[in-house]
Each structure stands twice: as C-alpha cells, then as structure tokens.
C-alpha cells in the first residue's frame, strides 16, 4: 500500500508570494494531520480533520496559514504572502478510522523555503 | 498546556552499548505515550505506545515502561546497532483529541561501528 504522499517535495518561493502544499492520505484514513517542523521549534502540530471536518487548527498561525480537506483523498496547506519564518518542512500524516491507537502514519514532508 | 522534555538532544554510543534516553512529560488528563523514530528525508515513524501506567510498549528491541508516578517513559535498548543512528521522539497523545500528538524535541543517536 502507498503511504502518505506529499507534493511537493521541495518548494522554493519568494516572499510575500503564495505556497500551496498537497496531501494524500492513504486510503481509508478517516484522520489527516498537519505538522511544521523546524530545527528550533521541532515537531508542532497545526491542525487535524476528521471524516473532512476540521476538529482542531489551535497551532495554525492566524493569519496566513489555513488548511481544507475537499474530499477524502487529499488536503491542502496554503500560506499566503509567505515570509522567511515559514520555511519549514510540513509534514502531513494520517490515521485509521475509529482506530484507538494513536498511530500515525507520517508523508516524507513538503520542505518550504522562503527566499 | 501538555508538554514533552527528552534531556538529551544528542547521544553517541558504539555498537553493542546500552541505550537511555530520557522522556519526562507534564499533561492534565492521562495521556498516552509514543516513542517516534525519524531517519534522514523520512518522516517519523511510529515504534511503540503505552496508554496505561506500568504498561511496557516495545518494538525492534527498544523499550519503555509508562511510569505515572515519575511521569516518564524512557527509551531503552540493550544493545544498539549502527542501523539504529536516528532522531527518536518521545510524544504525547490526547485522547479526547483523536490523539492529536505533541512531540518533544527530540533526541540525535548516533552509532559508531
């Protein structure tokens, strides 16, 4: 079965442009997570769908940053008017439906760089 | 809010020795525990959980006991590989949240041959 993917893999954009990241959850996955991490900050969570539905987006900044999830199959990070202070790389991961285990199952990342 | 402490940021052991390292955390509610392993370009990779005090989770030879009363969960190996140099996160879980996750900062092991 084919995991998380993540599109793209390296994303280099000006600042102030806009940043579109894509996540595939593997199928079947009801659960979709995004992560930021960075070398100061390590690993923070952003937000978190459930069935599509956002449930939690308390570590997403206010301003710039949302998250959709249109259908089942995939999830969108945009930052808009990005700054240096967004690079980053941006993890998406995803987790079973009804599933007790706290497992989840992480995407090789999406590294942002903001010139 | 819930927070995850690993000690070490980095840990430099040869082939064969024992491995610790250490994972305190501070929750309101009774959190489940995680011990995440990340290679180089991967993402993390779950090892093992333990969701209840004295439960031992482990997997590939590496081990933690969920300690309440000490509020730890410590990663121990008995002997560790060169395959085994990567960054190991300690993470806690929120039930009540479909485990939203909040990792510590992690810590660097690094196996000489």
């Known amino acids: 079965n084919a995991g998380v993917i993540q599109t793209p893999r390296h994303k280099v954009t000006g600042k102030g442009q806009e940043a579109t990241l894509w996540c595939e959850p593997i199928?079947?996955?009801?659960?979709v997570f995004w992560y930021r991490q960075t070398i100061v900050q390590g690993l923070e969570f952003l937000t978190y769908?459930?069935?599509?539905?956002?449930?939690?987006d308390s570590g997403m900044p206010k301003e710039r940053f949302s998250a959709q999830m249109p259908n089942q199959s995939h999830s969108t990070l945009k930052i808009q008017s990005t700054q240096p202070q967004d690079s980053a790389v941006y993890l998406c991961?995803?987790?079973?439906?009804?599933?007790?285990?706290?497992?989840?199952?992480f995407g090789e990342g999406s590294k942002l760089t903001v010139l | 809010g819930d927070s995850v402490t690993q000690t070490e940021g980095q840990v430099a052991l040869s082939e064969e020795d024992f491995l610790t390292i250490h994972c305190n955390y501070s929750?309101?509610?009774?959190?489940?525990l995680f011990w995440y392993v990340q290679y180089p370009g991967e993402g993390p990779q779950f090892l093992f959980r333990?969701?209840?005090?004295?439960e031992k989770g482990s997997s590939r030879g590496f081990e933690a006991t969920y300690d309440k009363g000490t509020t730890s969960f410590h990663l121990r190996k008995a002997s560790v590989q060169e395959s085994d140099s990567a960054v190991y996160y300690c993470?806690?879980?929120?039930?009540?949240?479909?485990?939203?996750?909040?990792f510590g900062t992690g810590t660097s092991l690094l196996v000489d041959p």
């Open positions: 991961a995803s987790s079973p439906a009804g599933a007790n285990t706290g497992q989840l199952y």
């Open positions: 333990a969701s209840r005090d004295k």
């Open positions: 199928s079947g996955h009801s659960a």
């Open positions: 769908f459930r069935n599509q539905a956002p449930i939690d």
């Open positions: 993470a806690l879980g929120d039930r009540g949240m479909g485990y939203k996750l909040t």
């Open positions: 929750a309101s509610g009774y959190p489940a």
